[in-house]
């Protein structure tokens, strides 16, 4: 085999266009290396370093923000995009990753876990979505789908004493080694068709060649959705969402339902506006059955559910026939509406995740509707923010949660899609009274009857204080009739009634955060929504 | 679509085949079955014990350290092969590529993924508040413990 003489062209590097990037993969590894060399120290360092890290991520969009302005160009010889649509999405990753690692820090409290991995995977993962949204090649965006997907395959098994856990893990990882799978033949199919894999030469080949038998371009389009339908659980693509979300820790639900599914849009964005664009009139119905599918099955299955985590994930699914709905209308009022929700959804979903990560208690055992009630006496401040949150999700009104569903119905109308319009407010209108049964559960009574029994069924019995006790020095018969309770069960039972936990200060920050945003921003819309529209000005 | 015609014309040509040999050897061959050729394995020594089913968990970091240093052989060979016209980028770009991997090791081996020795023991087996009066059980006159 002959070498190639003379140099390759090495292609120009602009470090400062994928700094969020090389920030969210340099950071874990000097958290690795810094758990290798000391021991000492709880889990509170590592948070301190996400945050720190994600601050600096966040910076960092934002620079390449102000400096990308209105002339988008590429980096890394076409692999990467530099564009506000990215900066935008980075700067929402790169938030959700400390607001993740927050989470974490309290699961890790009450978990007694001190390591750096859950917040190390989380921005590798984070990383991986940020390489999706800036993906200027199809190459790339299977590199960041991958980066991403890994990561979050062994986050959802952290929980290593709950079977849960890593069940919800195995079906993540088949299902998602699937999807990755049926998508790269997708790229396949389309670089066999069009001959390249970067995005913008097959937006100019597509805009200047008619493909005559085009089988395999559909076809491959067709594997390109298919595959990131997997990833944003869009029916019929969903079915492992329930199960994941419900066994993971609730950190890594908070984390996976907002980022993976934030990336996946912006890959579908990518891949179906832009490389596609021409294309148009052969994915929208494809996109228009989806998210129609979404929104039906998501909003009707939300109901039915007891468990809260599983509730949230059905929820997630009717969330994204909406971001489907706005992709479909294909219009600039779509594009600035997909963005919009994707960052209004992301806070929201965040904070909903984090109520259910204190409320769920150790282990995420308690996630039962009933466990639910009576959370507003307990804890008046997280009752307050959870039904925020959650009334928002439902799309009231002076929320974000109203402004993004309006937007999406909006762009809907315009493109013309009456039917999936209503189909839309019809979902919202079925998920809301999901959402209220919530939070009429947080104002209610507390139910006595909890599955484990009050407090008072802890009477120690006789045949346990001989196994549990030491051979008791009952000199003479002075207590022949009485059973003397070892200390074990006396403190088990001081625990058992002593119901209400405190609120992990990650938790309460993350809650104030979430919930004042959502009101915030819906109440005072202009500077999201204008950040929303510069992002998708340019296509 | 004419170029696939030759693909396709190989998947049903497998497809025959493997039908073919399988209804073949059915048909033709003739079948005097015993125990020994029923056998799942038919050479070999007659296991008389039923395998290991439990090996150390351990062995998964062993597994990955394989991992990790299998990865970084499988690019540096390309690498080594046009190290002389990448130069000194393709030279940082390795050193780069080498510090994530050296990073992944430490990390291994600061998990104990090299300790393959038996756990030391931290806390001692025998309590040094241990006296007689704790280790002696009393038993009351009847002679039987409470």
Known sequence: MAVIAGALAIPHISYISILPELIAMGAPMVMLLWSATTRSGGPGRWTAFTVVAS???????????????????????????VDRFSAFLS???????????????????????????????????????????????????????????????????????????????????????????????G?????????????????????????VSNGVLLAGMAMLIVGLGFKVAAVPFHTWSPDVYQGSPSPVTAFMSAVAKAAGFAALVRVLMEAMGTLRLDW????????????????????????????????????AGFVLAALQSASAAGRSALAYYVAAYTLMIIGSFAVAGHVGGPGDRSQDLSSYRGLSSRHPAVGFAFTILLLGQAGAPFTTGFLAKFYVVSAAVGNGSYTLAVVAMLSAVVTAFFYLRIVLGLYGSEEPSTPEGPPGVLEPQPALVGSVGEPQASHGAEERGSVVVPEVLVAASATQVIEVSEVGAGTSVVLALCAAATVVLGVWPSPLLDLAKAATIIF | MEQYLG???????????????????????????????????????????????????????????????????????????????????????????????????????????LDWGPRKRIQPTVSYERTAETTLRRLPPGGRAA
């Open chain 1, 91 to 185: 700067g929402i990753f790169a938030v959700a990753m400390g607001l993740f690692a927050l989470l974490a820090h309290d699961w890790a409290v009450r978990e007694d876990e001190s390591g750096p991995e859950l917040p190390a995977l989380g921005m590798l993962s984070a990383s991986g979505a940020m390489l999706m949204a800036a993906a200027g090649d199809l190459v790339v965006v299977f590199l960041g789908l991958e980066i991403m997907s890994i990561a979050l395959y062994v986050m959802a098994a952290m929980n290593r004493r709950r079977l849960a856990s890593g069940e919800a893990a195995l079906k993540y990882f088949v299902l998602g080694a699937f999807s990755s799978a049926i998508f790269l033949y």
């Open chain 2, 7 to 113: 693909v396709f014309v190989l998947i049903v040509l497998g497809a025959l085949f493997a039908a073919l040999s399988f209804t073949a050897s059915r048909l033709l061959g003739p079948s005097k079955p015993t125990v020994a050729k029923r056998a799942p394995y038919e050479c070999g020594i007659v296991p008389n014990l039923e395998p290991v089913q439990r090996f150390p968990v351990r062995f998964y970091l062993v597994a990955m350290i394989f991992i990790i240093f299998d990865i970084e052989v499988v690019f540096l060979y390309p690498w080594a092969v046009i190290y002389s016209q990448l130069r000194l980028f393709g030279l940082a770009e390795m050193v780069v590529f080498a510090a994530a991997v050296v990073v992944a090791f430490a990390y291994l081996v600061s998990n104990g993924a």
């Open chain 1, 187 to 211: 790229i396949a199919l389309t670089y066999g068709a069009t001959g390249t894999t970067n995005i913008a030469r097959i937006a100019s080949y597509l805009a200047s060649n008619v493909v």
């Open chain 1, 284 to 319: 929208q119905p494809a996109i228009y059955v989806l998210a129609v599918l979404s929104l039906v099955v998501g909003g009707i299955l939300t109901v039915v559910q007891r468990d809260v985590k599983r509730m949230l994930a059905y929820s997630s699914i009717s969330h």
């Open chain 1, 55 to 81: 601050v600096a991520a966040f910076l960092a969009s934002v620079e390449i923000w102000v400096k990308v302005g209105t002339h988008p160009y590429t980096a890394v010889a076409g692999a990467i995009l």
